[in-house]
């Protein structure tokens, strides 16, 4: 090549790199601030960048062919949110919502083992404000009555929720997504260490609930008979389905469907979407044979679905304009030189141990399209596959750090449902929520995970 080629193939590679630099900031800028809706930031700031590097022509095939990349992800989050939202109208979680209520009792040892099962079940459809919404009204009333400390409630709930990422919740089809890979992919192998992560929420939640005991001084008198009333356990157990809308009659049948769907999806036997979609449909047709219920059933579920594929199809534009400019390629290329020779078959490991913390910096959206692919693209370079770094930013960037992130609304949810401060319940919930965060970083690595 002659050194007139060399030097116009440097200046391009640089101008490439100049251009996705100010991509990555100002759309991490934009949706920091709360100027424009993530979605709006993904579409348009990656258009921009195509005019300046003069590719406006072949944008539309960049963007057909990034949609074309996430319409299955983006297929499973609507009929998994379809799916879990049915199965809560037919008050299938209802009996064991009712169970574990009436089981915690008046100890508080035994109080927080409840509000962390309560959460963790409640949390299976992926939604944390639900989840919030139904847990802490549910049981403060109980903190109430003991004396018992709200903090303690606020912790154990995040503890539950944060540690219980799966298939279907957004952090982890963001990173399916950005990293362009399935989510069964990336969540079967960390089974083992959400496990261990569980492990960790109820011994701590254990912990915080006799350390509560100690300093209220509860011997067996106080600490034993009833916990909350019938009514309230109704209330709680029932946590707003519409009454016409339940079917105690198909529990049975509706217990199997859920659980051959959940074996079916992590066992990766078919792709998830594929398996949302039938059991959306049976669901539909065996609770709710009527046309007419199954579009109230639809309506009442799509606002939740419809808002995050919009986001997850933005992604699909931006990740498709990103990688089809080279903008990742060159911005990624030049990163490798300011990275330790030493360091980089380390960087799932790094990552996954500060991961908790940086939700406190980046919202989701920012971090899994406009972070995580750089650092995948970076820790290619020294032979990483991207699913070891989308593992690795699942231990904790907004999983265990959501609900203390001030970047999203369920932080405040869990404030104020528990009425704290928003301070006081991030100064005594981070450090455990941190913890858990490294306990799983720690076992995915004995695991071999992130070896």
Not at 203 to 228: D, F, I, M, P, V
Not at 291 to 300: C, V
């Amino acid at each position: 090549m002659a050194p007139k080629d060399v030097s116009a193939a440097g200046e391009g590679i640089r101008m490439l790199v100049v251009v996705a630099v100010a991509t990555l900031l100002l759309l991490l800028a934009a949706i920091l601030s709360n100027r424009v809706s993530p979605l709006v930031a993904l579409i348009l700031i990656p258009a921009l960048a195509t005019l300046l590097l003069g590719q406006a022509v072949e944008m539309p095939a960049y963007i057909i062919k990034g949609i074309g990349q996430i319409a299955p992800i983006a297929g499973m989050f609507v009929f998994a949110i379809l799916f879990f939202g049915i199965m809560t109208d037919v008050g299938l979680l209802a009996p064991l919502v009712s169970g574990i209520l009436k089981l915690v009792g008046r100890k508080p040892s035994r109080i927080t083992l409840g509000t962390a099962a309560l959460a963790l079940l409640i949390h299976l459809d992926g939604s944390g404000a639900v989840c919030f919404l139904v847990t802490i009204p549910a049981l403060r009333p109980l903190y109430d009555e003991l004396g018992m400390d709200r903090r303690v409630l606020a912790c154990t709930a995040s503890m539950a929720a944060g540690v219980n990422f799966l298939p279907w919740t957004g952090p982890t089809a963001r990173a399916a997504a950005s990293l362009k890979l399935s989510v069964s992919e990336i969540f079967t192998p960390l089974i083992g260490v959400q496990l261990v992560g569980l492990g960790f929420v109820f011994a701590a939640s254990w912990y915080l609930g006799h350390r509560e005991e100690k300093r209220l001084g509860l011997g067996h008198e106080q600490t034993s008979g009833a916990g909350l009333s019938a009514s309230a356990v109704a209330v709680a157990a029932g946590h707003g389905s519409d009454p016409g809308s339940l079917r105690p009659s198909l529990f049975p049948l509706n217990l199997a469907l859920t659980l051959a769907v959940v074996a079916l999806m992590v066992s990766g036997i078919a792709e998830p979407v594929v398996v949302f979609m039938l059991g959306t449909a049976l669901a539909l047709a065996i609770n709710y044979p009527a046309p007419a219920q199954q579009r109230a059933r639809i309506e009442a579920h799509a606002p939740a679905a419809m808002l995050m594929v919009g986001v997850l199809l933005a992604a699909g534009a931006f990740t498709g304009i990103f990688n089809g400019t080279g903008m990742i390629k060159a911005l990624a290329s030049a990163s490798v030189g300011l990275v330790p020779d030493a360091f980089g078959q380390h960087i799932p490991l790094f990552l996954a141990s500060v991961a908790m913390p940086l939700s406190l910096v980046f919202d989701p959206d920012s971090f899994y399209f406009g972070v995580l692919p750089v650092i995948a693209e970076v820790a290619g370079h020294y032979g990483v596959a991207p699913v070891k770094v989308a593992q690795a930013a699942l231990l904790g960037q907004m999983t265990t750090g959501f609900p203390v992130s001030p970047l999203t609304p369920a932080t405040f949810l869990v404030a104020g449902l528990s009425g704290i401060e928003l301070g006081a319940h991030q100064r005594f919930s981070i450090p455990w929520l941190f913890g858990a965060s490294l306990v799983m970083t720690g076992s995915a690595v004995l695991f071999g995970v992130l070896a």
